[in-house]
């Protein structure tokens, strides 16, 4: 059973950044594509950004778009999620995704489309 770990969470002021990571116990990110996913308080869950296998392929919620930065190092087995600028409104416990892919291409936005799960990790940014 693949188990994902998220770390880097944390308290940040408004403007702030925080980097999380991303990385699986139990095998390899080998052909997944990895998302993160956020849950503010009282909300449901929603997409956040995703990537592909080849990291050839991003993508981004409009809310986040031109702050946070997803990539990854299957070197290391590893993706990170750069988050510049935050606000409030980015105050979530945020997940990270994986699902094996067919194509190295293919980057989902769907919490349906993925069958790995992390734990989540609370992010709290102050005003």
């Known amino acids: 059973q693949v188990q994902l770990v998220e770390s880097g969470g944390g308290l940040v002021q408004a403007g702030g950044s925080l980097r999380l990571t991303c990385a699986p116990s139990?095998?390899?990110?080998?052909?997944?594509?990895v998302a993160w996913f956020r849950q503010p308080p009282g909300k449901e869950r929603e997409f956040v950004t995703a990537i592909s296998w080849s990291g050839g392929t991003t993508k981004y919620a409009d809310s986040v778009k031109g702050r946070f930065t997803i990539s990854r190092d299957n070197a290391k087995n590893t993706v990170y999620l750069q988050m510049n600028s935050m606000s409030p409104d980015d105050t979530a416990v945020y997940y990270c995704?994986?699902?094996?892919?067919?194509?190295?291409?293919?980057?989902?936005?769907?919490?349906?489309?993925?069958?790995?799960w992390g734990q989540g990790t609370q992010v709290t940014v102050s005003s």
């Open positions: 139990g095998r390899a990110f080998t052909n997944s594509a």
């Open positions: 995704a994986a699902v094996r892919t067919i194509s190295s291409s293919n980057a989902f936005t769907q919490t349906y489309d993925y069958n790995f």
